[in-house]
């Protein structure tokens, strides 16, 4: 049996377990990915949008090679009601620096290109195998049980998603609550490259991403997307948990209403669907922070709740990125000293520390509770559209601007607006 | 506007490879129709349903492998969650 023994077994090959894999492979572990899908990727999804400068310090200049589908280089943010929208606008080139801009991407296409490069790197990679549990020996986690053989390792890492059941069994996650998660929906609308770009404004390797507010979600916490990509556009609406059963519009209707919407169907009318999804966003934060550390086993990405929603930025796989390179660190240092317990591991946290994992989720710490607030799916996207119709409306002499402006602010309520301003301002 | 939405027809255009016979969520014989509602509310592929007469239908077929009634509901209705088997489930060519 010691012959088959892996220096590390990762658990799930998404974007946090390839990279930890590629860095621990390439220092000379020897690694073994086990994945429940048929390929790298079979099982993921995202929304849509990987910010580059986390793969961008492993694979400098990755995008010239991977499969991304456009550079974003134009941001759209809308504030939206049953009928009509408010949008603020964003264009500019790609920035000059790969390090800054981001991507919109299909998960099923990009993962097996990282996957690729772990195995060149040394890595094994095992597809179409479910680990069932983890093989714990005096309290040390030193394998894992997938269809009933044992397979040993020095230490695992868990990169198994936002539903880590095998984190949850080791008991160093928390079962996910309706309060820090939200489901997302997506549709992938196969539209053609041409159209992409006359309706989005795009053009060849540019592509635009654009947030909705309001509407989509019902009026609670939430919104919808839509990123373009190659020849095709994503297009979802994601909804927090913890409001369900307070709407009387299910997730599914919510999805197909923002479709229909007047500012959306013209956008994704005579195109295709080629794929529904679903996935779990871990929105809680630091709130949900699991026990990252264990003996002999280490949590990376969705499954340690590395997430970022600052309402206008939704973050997910840079992290997921950077924290399977912290993890990789750390397991090389382990293995270097031969020393798996959770003391040695524990340079996983401090590299975390030092990263803008743990910054920014601490930055954001105050913001899942800020966004969740009804005025800002409901009193303001109204205030803002009742505004711009009586901005545009002409039927007769007009008023002073001012006049038209006000009871839209009144009716919001100036002590809710400033409010709420404040304690978003103090919330980032 | 407000097309009722067809769920099924979207399921239709994925790749599935359902393991027959061998569900990976099973859900408790009589739940609360209170927390069943939820689900119908919430489930991303419309899995939790009721027939004319309001008797619970779930089907495991077609799920999304999201968790969203497992966090929803937890053990109150989802008796047990796991992941399918490897290799079977929803196979994402875009994701």
């Known amino acids: 049996m010691s012959d088959d023994k892996f220096d590390v077994i990762v658990v799930g090959a998404g974007l946090a377990g390839c990279t930890a894999a590629f860095l621990m492979a390439q220092a000379g572990m020897e690694t073994l990915v086990i994945e429940r899908g048929n390929f790298a990727g079979a099982k993921n999804m995202t929304g849509g949008r990987l910010y580059a400068h986390s793969l961008e310090a492993i694979f400098p200049g990755f995008a010239d090679d991977a499969p991304v589908e456009r550079c974003i280089v134009h941001e759209k943010i809308s504030f939206m009601d049953e009928t009509s929208s408010v949008t603020l606008d964003y264009a500019s080139t790609a920035s000059g620096s790969p390090a800054e801009r981001s991507y919109s991407v299909l998960r099923s296409r990009l993962d097996p290109w990282l996957a690729e490069k772990a195995e060149s790197a040394g890595a094994v990679f095992v597809t179409g195998v479910r680990v069932d549990d983890l093989l714990v020996r005096y309290g040390k986690v030193c394998g894992v049980i997938a269809g009933g053989e044992e397979m040993e390792a020095d230490m695992v890492i868990l990169a198994d998603g936002v539903n880590s059941l095998l984190g949850e069994k080791l008991g160093m996650v928390h079962t996910v609550t309706p309060h820090h998660c939200a489901v997302g929906v997506k549709e992938v609308i196969e539209l053609g490259r041409q159209k992409v770009n006359d309706r989005f404004g795009c053009c060849d390797k540019d592509g635009a991403a654009w947030l909705f507010a309001g509407m989509p979600s019902a009026g609670y916490m939430g919104g919808g997307f839509i990123y373009t990509n190659e020849d095709s556009i994503s297009l979802g609406v994601v909804f927090g948990l913890h409001n369900t059963g307070r709407s009387a519009k299910s997730v599914p209707q919510m999805l197909e209403d923002f479709k229909n919407h007047p500012t959306v169907r013209p956008l994704v009318e005579g195109g295709k669907l080629v794929e529904y999804s679903a996935h779990v966003v871990p929105e809680g934060g630091m709130e949900m922070a699991p026990k990252l550390v264990g003996e002999g086993v280490l949590i990376v990405g969705d499954a340690a709740g590395f997430c970022l929603n600052a309402g206008y930025t939704v973050r997910g796989m840079d992290l997921a990125v950077a924290s399977g390179k912290a993890a990789a660190v750390a397991a090389i240092n382990a293995w270097q000293r031969a020393d798996f317990g959770a003391s040695s591991l524990s340079v996983y946290e401090r590299e975390l520390d030092g990263s803008f994992i743990m910054k920014d989720l601490r930055l954001y710490r105050k913001l899942p509770s800020f966004l969740d607030n009804r005025r800002m799916y409901n009193d303001y996207p109204a205030m803002a559209t009742g505004m711009m119709k009586d901005l545009f409306t002409v039927n007769g002499p007009s008023r002073p601007l001012r006049k038209k402006m006000i009871p839209h602010l009144k009716k919001a309520g100036f002590m809710n607006l400033i409010k709420d301003g404040w304690k978003g301002v103090r919330s980032i | ?95």
């Open chain 2, 1 to 95: 506007m407000n097309t009722r939405v067809n769920v099924d027809v979207k399921l239709g255009v994925n790749k599935f490879f359902v393991d027959e016979g061998n569900p990976h969520i099973e859900i408790a014989e009589n739940p609360s129709l209170q927390e069943y509602a939820k689900l119908e509310a919430a489930c991303p592929a419309g899995l939790y349903r009721r027939d004319e007469k309001g008797a619970v239908r779930f089907d495991y077929a077609g799920c999304l492998e999201c968790g969203t009634c497992r966090i929803l509901c937890g053990k109150t209705i989802v008796k047990r969650w796991e992941y399918p088997n490897g290799t079977f489930g929803v196979e994402f060519r875009y994701g």
